[in-house]
């Protein structure tokens, strides 16, 4: 019997199972009682890969569960899957036809199973995403001070203190939980020797970005979403322009990004090459981006400090 491609549509209340080719579509809760059913029937027959989008986090227990029992599972961008089922002619759009869709995309583009996560991984990612959410709604609330009314200000300054301390305590637990971890807590280490890079990027990148160092320089920064992507046609040659991609390590790298390019060799020499072309200040910050991900990515895949290649190129 051949391996088949199972497509897992993903709810908060439930889950909808089809492998490719089968008529019946399986509902499950989406509790541990119904997953650990579904991954038991998954474990009886031959499975090339399991499917599941990206749902904000409804899916993680499905993915730990599957990945504990040993079976490859893929998450998927809902966008791709969607452009999919449009190519197809598939414009309805339920759980148990979204759950076919799954499978159909996993046996025509085969995506790559998610590598496994330790527990400690997963823990330190919570707590940079859970800093980050903070640092957002302190800056909104900090925008809304300035034009608050006066019954209303000293509630929102209250806030605004409550987040500071919270974002503080989020810091020392994440400098706790990379220290624990000692392969991480040397990365962290090596990304800080760079200038420009400070703990809150360091902790970003090793929680977020696990492929640093793995992927040559074209690939990391595709993977972040700094990579420039042709618009032409015909003869028209349109503007180049990055999209997609982890926004969260794009936002963590930008203010750092503004520092080196006044601190790091690498990157000042790339903005005043490209601020004597002409380009557009938007160009040129996000273009010192690349240079500072392709860099940080050559030190980490050398294991070599900033120290020692300083005049290398990335």
């Not at 020797?193 to 703990?199: D, E, Q, R």
Request: with cysteine; charged share 25%.
């Amino acid at each position: 019997m051949d391996a088949r491609w199972v497509g897992v549509d993903v709810a908060k209340g439930w889950l909808d199972a089809v492998a490719d080719g089968d008529e019946r579509v399986r509902r499950v809760g989406n509790d541990a009682d119904g997953i650990a059913a579904l991954v038991a029937g998954l474990a009886v027959g031959p499975v090339a890969g399991v499917v599941v989008e990206a749902t904000g986090g409804y899916e993680t227990a499905l993915v730990e569960a599957l990945q504990a029992a040993e079976l490859p599972v893929a998450r998927v961008n809902p966008r791709q899957v969607r452009d999919f089922a449009r190519s197809l002619g598939r414009l309805a759009k339920t759980d148990r036809l979204d759950a076919r869709v799954l499978a159909a995309y996993g046996r025509a583009c085969t995506p790559a199973p998610l590598p496994p996560v330790a527990a400690s991984a997963r823990e330190r990612e919570a707590l940079v995403v859970r800093r980050r959410r903070l640092v957002a709604l302190r800056t909104a609330e900090s925008n809304r001070l300035l034009t608050a009314a006066p019954a209303v200000r000293d509630g929102i300054a209250r806030h605004l203190g409550w987040l500071s301390g919270e974002i503080a305590a989020l810091d020392e637990e994440i400098a706790r939980a990379t220290e624990a971890d000692a392969p991480c807590a040397a990365r962290a280490r090596l990304l800080r020797t760079a200038p420009g890079v400070g703990p809150v990027l360091a902790a970003t990148l090793t929680a977020l970005l696990p492929e640093l160092g793995r992927l040559d320089r074209k690939r990391i920064a595709a993977l972040v979403g700094l990579a420039p992507f042709n618009r032409d046609s015909g003869t028209r040659r349109g503007t180049r322009g990055v999209w997609g991609g982890r926004a969260p390590v794009r936002a963590a790298l930008f203010m750092p990004t503004v520092a080196a390019m006044r601190c790091n060799p690498a990157v000042r020499a790339l903005r005043e090459r490209l601020q004597a072309a002409g380009k557009p200040p938007k160009v040129v910050i996000v273009a010192c981006m690349r240079k500072l991900l392709t860099v940080l990515n050559a030190m980490v895949r050398a294991d070599q400090p900033w120290t020692a290649r300083a005049a290398a190129p990335a």
